[in-house]
């Protein structure tokens, strides 16, 4: 059962994107948050993605695949850098493109890290945008969202992809020396949304379970 100040939070995120021109959906478990994305994005929509647990787990992807979406899928097995390269700056120019947020302030700014940029290009100027984010990227201020992003969310993701980064071994962030090319440095881009210009284009489907991490 929601608590009380859950039940605030969200309702005031809610409402504070509606003033930043960010369109957001409340849903109460991932079934919910799967059905919302298949209903916003057209059948005859192309689909690009950057990479994130939270997709993964809703398997969304998979499922606008399999439904006769075209998705542009650069974490196929089997293909070439370049391959994933050309299929990332493709997916930033598809007609709706899927992320997960690293965080989120109670404010509503959304908070992205990026290593190559296809997820900053994507989510700052694709044509529409679904973020897709479950409770646990919460965070109060701006300044804990960015923490989270950098201290949490960056050496799990370094971890999970065998990213030769400081962070890779013990999880504690050493950004000033995390340089190439001693270092891979995951955390190259940061990307902070405050707002929106575009009426309609950025969506964020706020899912009331944990989602990635
Ligand atoms: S800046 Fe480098 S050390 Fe810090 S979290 Fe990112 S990848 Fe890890």
Redesign the pocket.
Known sequence: MRSFKLDKKIDSLIKIWQKRNIAGFYCANKESGIDKILEIIPLSASVGFSGSISLEQLGVVRLLESRGNKVFSPYKTGISREEGLELRRQGAQADYYLASANAISEKGELVF?SAFGNRTSGVSYAKNVIIVCGINKLAQTIDEALKRA??YA??LN?KRLN?E????KDG????E??FFPE?????CQILIIEAEVTADRLKVILVEENLGF
Request: aromatic share 18%; with cysteine; charged share 25%.
């Open positions: 890290f950098r201290e960056a050496p370094c990213w980064s400081p962070c890779f504690i962030c050493r950004k020396i995390c270092y891979k440095r995951m955390c």
